[in-house]
């Protein structure tokens, strides 16, 4: 089955602590994106990635970093999460030039 | 550059009534234009995209989408709401010729009631 897949569903952790959230694809997709939902501020990219190695800073960028090195994969890092990054993440991936992304279930968030 | 506005963060209709959701957007180059579906605790499902063939453009569960160039509008419309398309609804543009990111508009929590 074709599918974007995000680990974990759901993280709580205190501030400081260091993470990674992973996002990886099967459909062979060139592009992949971070977005993260807030309420009342729909969503918002994080980081998109147009390759194997090639990234790009998004609207939200502050406090994240991302790798490609392999194309099916697309870490989330925060090195040091603070609460203000709690908020439920999505990972995306489209076919270059296609339209459309498909989405992972989301990664739910919290920073104490 | 481009966005996207929505109006109305919350609309509410009686199930068998016309659902409405509007979205307009502004695009320096020609758009892609996309209608998300997000059902609670679920990711975004894609329901119709415009990517400048037809300008009525259908999607899953009897939704669908006209594209007005000349009114910058890309506003979803069902004919005869159910319970089960309680959600919230995005509007997402893209630029086309290879640019994929995709810019949201903030939300519309569609209620159905009985």
């Known amino acids: 089955e074709a599918q974007v897949t995000q680990n974990p569903r759901y993280l709580i952790t205190v501030t400081g602590k260091k993470l990674t959230v992973t996002c990886s694809q099967n459909?062979?997709?060139?592009?992949m994106s971070w977005y993260r939902q807030d309420p009342g501020l729909g969503l918002r990219q994080i980081y998109y990635s147009m390759n194997v190695e090639v990234t790009d800073k998004g609207d939200v960028p502050e406090g994240y970093k991302v790798s490609r090195k392999e194309k099916r994969n697309f870490p989330l890092i925060l090195e040091s999460p603070s609460p203000n990054q709690t908020s439920l993440y999505f990972c995306?991936?489209?076919?270059?030039?296609?339209?459309?992304?498909?989405f992972g279930s989301g990664t739910r968030l919290t920073v104490v | 550059a481009q966005s996207v506005t929505q109006l109305g963060s919350h609309v509410s209709v009686s199930e068998g009534a016309l659902v409405l959701l509007r979205c307009n957007y502004s695009s320096s180059v020609p758009p892609y234009l996309f209608w998300y579906v997000q059902y609670p605790n679920q990711g975004l499902q894609l329901l119709l995209k415009y990517t400048s063939a037809a300008t009525l453009v259908k999607g899953i569960n009897g939704f669908e989408a006209e594209f007005k160039k000349s009114e910058t509008s890309f506003h979803l419309t069902k004919p005869s709401a159910h319970m089960s398309d309680a959600a919230e609804y995005f509007c997402a543009v893209s630029g086309q010729g290879g640019s994929e990111k995709l810019v949201f508009g903030k939300g519309t929590k569609l209620t159905v009631n009985p």
């Open positions: 459909m062979n997709h060139e592009y």
């Open positions: 995306a991936s489209s076919l270059q030039g296609a339209g459309g992304y498909t």
